[in-house]
């Protein structure tokens, strides 16, 4: 259950983060806000290491041993925030917000079906549910606001 309370809320700081990184980008730039988003992260990470550890050469002698695959997703992090920064003006929070979690959704498919071979039906058939609702409702709003 505390990892389900955790993941929600995760969900939840996820759309806080981007929202609040969007509106910084807006005021200086996208690569900018960007910049700054991952600064603080750095600090904040920085902070709760010394707080937890208090010895920064435990993770200095770790982060010798990492593979170079392994920082690719720090690369791919300052895309998605980059993206987002861009994509979170032009179109509402929610349908962005869906939208990533439909690549997620796919994307954790893929990921099963190469790591396990087989992913249930049931998965595919709810991100496509999603998606079509998504759209659905997106037709339903253009509607409504040519009305």
């Not at 609040?20 to 996208?30: E, F, P, Q, T």
């Not at 791919?76 to 929610?94: D, E, M, Q, R, Y």
């Amino acid at each position: 259950m505390v990892y389900i309370i955790l993941a929600v809320l995760c969900g939840c700081f996820t759309i806080i983060s981007m929202i609040i990184n969007s509106h910084l980008a807006k005021k200086i730039g996208v690569l900018k806000g960007t910049l700054i988003n991952y600064i603080v992260g750095l600090l904040s990470t920085i902070v709760l290491m010394l707080i937890v550890n208090s010895s920064l050469k435990l993770y200095y002698s770790s982060f010798t041993k990492i593979p170079w695959w392994a920082l690719l997703g720090g690369m791919i992090g300052v895309v998605v925030v980059a993206s987002s920064n861009i994509v979170l003006p032009k179109i509402p929070t929610i349908y962005t917000t869906l939208l990533i979690f439909i690549g997620q959704l796919f994307t954790g498919i893929l990921i099963d079906y190469f790591r396990v071979g087989f992913v249930s039906k049931g998965k595919i058939i709810g991100g496509f549910i999603i998606l079509i609702g998504l759209l659905y409702n997106s037709n339903v709003e253009k509607k409504e606001l040519i009305l």
